[in-house]
Structures are given as C-alpha cells and as structure tokens.
C-alpha cells in the first residue's frame, strides 16, 4: 500500500512568487492534516481536513496560505504571494477515521529566496 | 516556555549504549505520540500511548500521566538510530498535535 505522498520535495521560488504543494494521502483516510516547519522552530500544526472540509484551520499563519482538498482525495497548499518566512519544510499526514495514528509524509522543502 | 519540552536537545553515544530521551507536557492529554525524524526529512510515527508501557523491537515507551511524563529508550542502540526524535501531544479532544523541538540523536560506531 502507497504511503502518503507530497509533491514536489523541494521547491525554491522568489519572494512574491506562488508555490503550490500537494500531498496525496493513503487511500481511504479521511483525515488529512498540514504542518510545517520553519528553521528553528517545533513543526506547527497548519490544519486538519476530514474529507472535503475544514475542521480545523487554526494554525493557517494569514491568508497568504489556501489549503483545498477538492473530492476528499488529494490535498493542495498555496503559497500566494510567499515570503521569506514561509521558508521551511511542509509536512503532510492522513489518519483513517476516528483513529489518532497519523502517518505521514516525506515533506516538501520550500525555500523562498 | 512550550507546552510540550524534550530533552535533552542534542544527544551523541557510542554504538550500544542505552539510551533515554525525555518529554514533559503541560496540557491534559489522551495520548501522547513519538515520532522520528530521518536525515533525509520524513517523520515516522513509532509509538502512541496513554498509559503504561509499549515496546517495539529495541524501542520502548513509557508514560506517566499523573507527572506529565514520558520517556522514549533505545536499547543496543545502533548508528542506523541517528535520527531526530520528537514527541507530540493532541490539543485538547482535537487532532491537532502539539510539537516538541525534538532530540537530535547521534550515535557513533
């Protein structure tokens, strides 16, 4: 079975410029969650999808940041425009119902010059 | 000062030597995580407990509610252990995760 998997694994892009990340989870699992980690700092919690929605975007940064998980499959993460201090790395992870395990992917490295 | 502290930060053995990394939280929880961190990035989930004890391989996790303490062990620990090792607690009944900073863990042959 395909682990959780994010693309690309490294993305350098200019300050104002746009990146999107994506993480595809483990088929089935209807929890899909978001976290980064910037340089030096505890990985931080972004947000948390249960199928399509929303359940929990507390840690979304500004509205520089728009997740969407169109279809309850795959998920996307839009930088628009990115700044110096989104650089970090962007992990994503799914669970399956109402299961606390979370598995998680390799990340995605983004670094904004 | 975080809700979840780990120590120590950095941490370097010889091959074989036991090894003990600490994580203290100050939130209620039900559930307490440890992952792992590779060199090359990704995280891998190895214990989720509440209560006791579990133990995988040379790996072994312990949990005391009641002094919001838990401790990870590595036994006949190997060079293939270097790795960042991170404990993580859920927010309140949420499934968001609270992060420590992680332990940097080297071991040299």
């Known amino acids: 079975e395909a682990g959780v998997t994010q693309f690309p694994s490294h993305s350098v892009i200019e300050k104002g410029q746009t990146v999107t990340l994506r993480c595809d989870p483990i088929?089935?699992?209807?929890?899909l969650y978001w976290y980064r980690r910037v340089m030096g700092k505890e990985i931080k919690f972004l947000l948390h999808?249960?199928?399509?929605?929303?359940?929990?975007e507390s840690g979304m940064p500004n509205n520089r940041f728009l997740a969407e998980r169109t279809g309850g499959t795959y998920s996307t993460l839009k930088v628009q425009p990115a700044e110096l201090e989104d650089s970090g790395v962007y992990f994503c992870a799914s669970s399956q119902g109402y299961s606390r395990t979370q598995y998680f992917g390799p990340g995605t490295r983004l670094t904004v010059l | 000062k975080n809700e979840v502290e780990q120590s120590p930060q950095n941490l370097t053995a010889q091959e074989g030597e036991f090894i003990t990394i600490n994580c203290s939280y100050s939130v209620g929880i039900s559930a307490l995580h440890w992952l792992q961190q590779h060199p090359g990035g990704g995280i891998v989930s190895l214990f989720m407990?509440?209560?006791?004890?579990k133990k995988h391989g040379r790996l072994i996790a312990t949990i005391n509610i009641q002094e919001k303490h838990s401790s990870l062990h590595i036994t006949a620990s190997h060079p293939r252990d270097s790795a960042v090792y991170i404990c993580?607690?859920?927010?309140?009944?949420?499934?968001?995760?609270?992060w420590g900073a992680g332990t940097k863990l080297i071991i040299k042959p």
């Open positions: 407990l509440s209560s006791g004890k």
């Open positions: 993580a607690v859920p927010l309140g009944e949420s499934y968001q995760l609270i």
């Open positions: 088929s089935g699992h209807d929890n």
């Open positions: 999808f249960v199928k399509e929605s929303k359940q929990d």
